[in-house]
Nanobody
């Protein structure tokens, strides 16, 4: 499975961005796709995850109500719509695929494949 994350950029606080994660290769074996982020000097943290099969989702408390994760099975793409962005959302965002579990993973070590990351910068 290969993952390509894109859609990052610079936006003012309160604005919106839409990230996408395009999957190729053995995507039929992917169970879940998650988004993680890492800010400078901080550890990587979970943002959101979605099941390819059921569409069930899970969000970190810090983004709940502002971010929406969705999937387009026909295009093998997972999107992360980010609204009401805050400066503390500034980070490199990574998408990752889990091919082993049915339960949505919240930890990085529960994911098997990673995209290259896309920078999101929110100015105050």
């Amino acid at each position: 499975v290969q993952l390509q994350a894109y859609g990052g950029g610079l936006v003012q606080a309160g604005g919106s961005l839409r990230l996408s994660c395009a999957a190729s290769g053995r995507t039929s074996s992917s169970s879940n796709v998650g988004w993680f982020r890492q800010a400078p000097g901080k550890e990587r943290e979970f943002v959101a995850a979605i099941s390819w099969i059921s569409g069930s989702t899970y969000y970190a408390d810090s983004v709940k109500g502002r971010f929406t994760i969705s999937r387009d099975n026909a295009k093998n793409t997972v999107n992360l719509q980010m609204n009401s962005l805050k400066p503390e959302d500034t980070a490199v965002y990574y998408c990752a695929a889990d091919i082993r579990r049915r339960q949505l993973g919240l930890r990085g070590d529960e994911y098997d494949y990673w995209g290259q990351g896309t920078q999101v910068t929110v100015s105050s």
